[in-house]
């Protein structure tokens, strides 16, 4: 959908989304396609980049918010599209810091021995999610799904250091208040848009500038870097205004930063690991490079990633 599309659902102008957030246009899964459809294509095409087979994956973790069913998981439903007979599947339910949050824990488990081969999937269909009718949200938000496969690596290469956090009192900055046990939908009442997604922008604006900035930090202090060490930059695509301020305080050009919201949006817990398979893909990753992805999202929950390639 482009933002001409827009221009005519909603009282909005393509310079009002272009200037605000950086947005030309976002993907929209079409219809009768689910998030595990979407999921799968990506893990496929992982597994085939990291030349390693079916059986071999111990374990599959999936970011999203946006899940097939409420139950079971969506690692579930995936593992069983792709038919992985020896893996454990288990969902995230970090938003935007969904891919981020699962690395982490996939570094942990492949850095214990528990598990050798590990799917890491961000998966999001927000259409599904997001309220047409509403011009602050609806304009922001795609469809999408990046895999990886983590397993161990030689020493001094891979993830280096991770950080999470999250603050559950900014809850009201970005949620969806109707369809869980707490505010079931009645049968008849209209949930007038509040079973999806609801956001305050601007409040979410400040936090994330802060929060991102933080955590990129973090992380690069953790592994005794400075950010004159990173080659590349890979925040997650909510604003290019907060790209842009967070590059600002880290002190980076901006040709060291991955950007494609033009292109995608915001596709939440699938934003980041999109962005390191176009930069990949691009050729602007060397062996050796210092990599620092950072995410942001409902929760609210941030978390940073320092990657050497
Ligand atoms: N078209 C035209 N006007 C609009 C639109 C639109 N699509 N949306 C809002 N406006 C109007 C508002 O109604 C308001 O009008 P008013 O001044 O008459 O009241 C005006 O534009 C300014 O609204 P703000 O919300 O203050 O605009 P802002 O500059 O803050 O931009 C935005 C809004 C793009 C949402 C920005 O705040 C933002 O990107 N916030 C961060 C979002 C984020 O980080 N999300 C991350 C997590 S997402 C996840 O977890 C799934």
Redesign the pocket.
Known sequence: MTNAD?ERL????DE??TT??GIKERRIAKNGMTTSDMAVKACKNAMEMAGCSHDEIEALITGT?TPDYKLPSNSCVIQEKMGLPQAVGFDIAA???GFVSGLSIAQAFVESGKYRKILVVGV?K?SSFTNYE????????GDAAGAAVVEPCETGAGVISTFLRSDGNYRPL?WSEIGGCKYPYVPGEDPSGRDK?L???????K??VREMGNAAVKVIEDAGLTSSDIALFIP?Q??I??IKAMAKRLKMDMSKVVHNIDRYG?T?SASIPLALDEANRAGRIKPGDHIVMVA?????IWGSALLKW
């Open positions: 827009f909603v009282d909005t102008s009002w989304i605000r957030t918010v938003a935007c810091t999001e927000l509403d011009r602050s949200t609806c304009v922001l938000f970005l997604i956001m305050n922008g601007s409040d979410l604006f936090v994330a997650h909510a604003n205004r907060i915001n939440s942001f999202g409902g929760g609210l």
